[in-house]
């Protein structure tokens, strides 16, 4: 059997067509909360700071005092050395503490550095280990250095969710995102996510549908789920409900929780809250009325 | 959830209703009156028949005007004013042509919304489509050919084209604004005059167009419509005043239309059924031709004379195309029309639905699996679920007659050379769609499909600028394109 191949014109075109799905009224406010349950809310900056982390905890944890209805985000995504700082702040609140490892963004460490990185993180506390694909082993056909590289940082994992960053703004074409895509699953990945948010473009909604399409065959062909994080570029409320949609769409109900989808992202949040204040009050609110993290 | 890929139930997705749109009903109020009058010479007029028909929202079964019926009179009146017309229409400065054309464009677009409300009103298409594919293609034909008007010495080169004369055009109810530009269009930038007249169950938005032709000004009896049913069309076809007849229709008429003018010197063109082919190889994108299958088969409910209707796929990837065509048409909404999510809307009229009924029906009775949606159709007005069958075999009706309706037919090849036999072994060759990732092999498929339209990697994509029509019983002529324009004109050397 050829290898599965994606017609560009054809997927952009599907993917815009989401776009034209209304949300309106009670369907947005449901939209809204849901979108907000996903987040991975991250902070990935090399000035981040203990301050940081801990306004960025508490914001996951509570994101708004006056909009008491909104539940915790799913979890927050930092650098491994912030792990067991953020492990204390969210305590029992249900959010997850998510680092990303494996020398990221680049990844251009040597395996032993990326496994000692990945097992730092999950010893301070990680729930979930967000990894970085070798690109230019990739790119470069060595498809089997990739495969073994998360198979063995699957492992380092022990009990942590894996998920595996394609870094698709690298890959470029629509049949490497499907290429990478089935090689991530078959070698352990619990989730498969788009971007690092260093590369642009990040995620975008077509890149998105063709993973959650690989997602689909293979759940189709095994019986198995797999979960989906675009990461990067998705800041307002309105291109997250276009998201939405596209996994309702492609995915159907099942996918539609925060053990199944993320989003990864860190002003997206409040854009979400800004909305759900105009749903509760019909009027807008500014933007000093929403908190920074 | 664990891996179970020795389950005997096959996996399956859950389209439910964790995540339910609200309705988004689209809220451009549009008035209609209770009861249209005739467009002649520039006017609304009350027919001589002095009989109407009710016009009935297919969606509800409520009605929602009354609409003239022309009798032989009304249609001696039309043609009279349009043959008056004529001789200073034709005279008139191609570039003054032109503006009316791009007037008429312009005020289309400016009242497209009210447009869109009025053709799903009337004929039961979702409102996304009549907003995003309908009227703006209406405009785009009024355009495309404003733009030809003061060219046509240069279409054909070394040949001069002088316009015909009276032209009757007759349209279908599955477009109807849409074909009314795809008709009216050509026929005045070539320097005709024109009798129009509507499918009976869809008149409203011809009638509108009317309207239009007021507020730019087009002079009086350039364009005339009478409405009515096939009583009228016939006679329209017959007047002896009128030099050319375009009719887009069923192939059943076309060929009593065309023994009635054998003889009678009127030029003729026909654009008729279909039962256009979709070939999906082994080597196709399949995620994409899976999208474009049910984009060609449910678009506008399957009424589309091109509807791809007749799938074949190659034998090695038939279960994965199968499982994914399920997933895609479960996730297609069915119902009010005017729901800006909807997807699928109401059958045209109840005499079509009871045609599609029997295709189904005839389909189960000789053998072949039937798969419907699991959507829920609402109480009242005409619906259909989007249909599939399988284990279809070449000679069963519904591999051979066209439905036109939301009805598809998989069948199975297993070699190029079998899928292009079974492709082209059908009366009709409208149009074809070939889903590779090969160019090679789609340049060689295409150039041996006996179709006038072939799309490779898409389907049902549509432009003012390409000719559309078909080969065998799908009819003759083109519309669109430069060799649309042949069919309004008389060429001179």
């Not at chain 2, 795809?182 to 409203?204: D, F, H, Q, R, Y």
Request: glycine share 8%; proline share 5%; aromatic share 8%.
């Amino acid at each position: 059997m050829p290898n599965r191949t994606v017609d560009k014109v054809a997927v952009e075109a599907r993917a815009a067509s989401f776009k034209t799905r209304s949300i309106k009224k009670d369907s947005k406010r449901q939209g809204l909360l849901m979108v907000s349950s996903m987040i991975d809310l991250t902070t990935l900056e090399g000035k981040d700071s203990a301050a940081k982390v801990r306004a960025l905890c508490q914001k996951a944890v509570q994101p708004d005092a006056s909009l008491p209805h909104v539940s915790p985000v799913a979890a927050v995504c930092v650098y491994p050395r912030w792990v067991s700082l953020a492990r204390e702040l969210v305590a029992d609140s249900g959010v997850k503490v998510a680092s990303v490892a494996t020398a990221f963004p680049s990844g251009q460490v040597d395996l032993e550095t990326k496994l000692a990185d990945v097992r730092a993180a999950v010893t301070a506390g990680a729930d979930e280990i967000d990894m970085v694909i070798h690109r230019g082993a990739f790119l470069s056909g060595q498809l089997q250095v990739v495969a073994d590289e998360i198979r063995a940082v699957k492992d380092a994992c022990a009990a942590a969710h894996l998920k595996v960053i394609l870094e698709t703004g690298e890959l470029e074409t629509y049949d490497n995102v499907v290429r990478a895509s089935e090689l991530a699953i078959a070698s352990g990945a619990d989730f498969i996510k788009t971007s690092t948010g260093k590369v642009s473009p990040a995620a975008t909604m077509p890149v998105t549908l063709v993973m959650l399409e690989t997602i689909r065959s293979h759940f189709l062909a095994t019986g198995q789920m797999i979960g989906m994080k675009p990461a990067g570029g998705i800041s307002t409320a309105k291109d997250a409900l276009h998201y939405l949609v596209m996994l309702k769409e492609t995915l159907g109900d099942a996918w539609l929780t925060p053990e199944w989808f993320r989003f990864g992202a860190s002003s997206l949040l409040n854009d979400v809250l800004l909305q759900l204040h105009r749903l509760e009050s019909g009027q807008y609110a500014a933007h000093y009325d929403v908190t920074e993290s | 959830m664990s891996p179970s890929p020795k389950t005997a139930s096959k996996p399956e997705l859950d389209f439910g209703n964790a995540w339910e749109y609200a309705a988004a009903p689209e809220g451009t109020k549009v008035s209609i009156e209770p009861k249209y009058g005739l467009f002649v010479n520039g006017e609304f007029c009350a027919p001589r028949s002095k009989r109407y028909m009710d016009s009935i929202n297919p969606a509800t079964e409520e009605v929602l005007s009354k609409v003239a019926i022309a009798n032989q009179a009304d249609v001696d009146k039309a043609v009279a004013a349009a043959k008056a017309a004529f001789p200073k229409w034709k005279r008139l400065k191609p570039s003054e042509r032109a503006k009316y054309l791009f007037r008429i464009a312009r005020r289309i677009q400016e009242r497209a919304r009210e447009l869109a409300v009025l053709e799903t009103l009337d004929g039961g298409k979702p409102i996304k489509e009549s907003r995003d594919v309908d009227i703006p293609e209406a405009a785009k034909h009024f355009f495309y050919h404003a733009g030809w008007a003061d060219k046509l010495d240069y279409v054909f080169p070394g040949r001069k084209g002088t316009p015909i004369g009276v032209c009757a055009q007759i349209i279908p109810w599955n477009f109807p604004l849409l074909m009314a530009a795809w008709k009216i269009a050509p026929a005045l930038a070539c320097g005709n005059t024109v009798v129009l007249k509507p499918a009976e169950t869809t008149s409203l938005t011809a009638l509108r167009l009317a309207e239009i032709f007021q507020e730019v000004g087009l002079p009086p009896g350039v364009v005339n419509i009478v409405t009515g049913a096939g009583n009228t069309g016939a006679a329209l076809a017959a007047h002896k005043d009128v030099k050319k007849l375009a009719f887009t229709g069923s192939t059943g008429v076309g060929k009593e239309l065309a023994r009635n003018l054998a003889g009678s010197g009127k030029r003729l063109t026909l654009e008729l059924g279909g039962k256009s082919p979709n070939i999906i190889f082994e080597d196709a994108s399949i995620d994409q031709a899976v999208d474009g299958v049910v984009q060609g088969i449910y678009f506008n409910q399957g009424h589309v004379c091109c509807a791809g209707s007749r799938l074949f796929v190659q034998e090695g990837v038939m279960d994965e195309v199968l499982a994914r065509l399920k997933v895609r048409i479960e996730s297609l909404r069915v119902g009010d029309p005017l729901d800006k999510n909807t997807d699928l809307g109401a059958i045209n009229s109840i005499g079509q639905l009871a045609t599609i009924k029997r295709y189904i029906e005839a389909g189960n009775s000789e053998g072949a699996q039937m798969f419907q949606s699991a959507a829920k159709l609402p109480k009242h007005g005409y619906w259909c679920k989007p249909t599939w069958f399988t284990d279809v075999q070449p000679s069963h009706t519904i591999a051979r007659e066209e439905i036109f309706g939301p009805v598809l037919s998989v069948m199975s090849f297993r070699t190029p050379e079998e899928a292009l036999m079974r492709a082209n072994n059908t009366p009709y060759g409208l149009a074809a769609g070939v889903w590779t990732d090969k160019g090679s092999k789609i340049f060689e498929i295409a150039s041996r499909l006996k179709a006038g339209v072939v799309w490779c990697n898409s389907y049902n994509r549509f432009d003012a600028a390409s000719p559309f029509g078909g080969f065998k019983q799908s009819g003759f002529g083109r519309e669109g394109g430069r060799q649309g324009l042949l069919s309004y004109l008389e060429l001179k050397s």
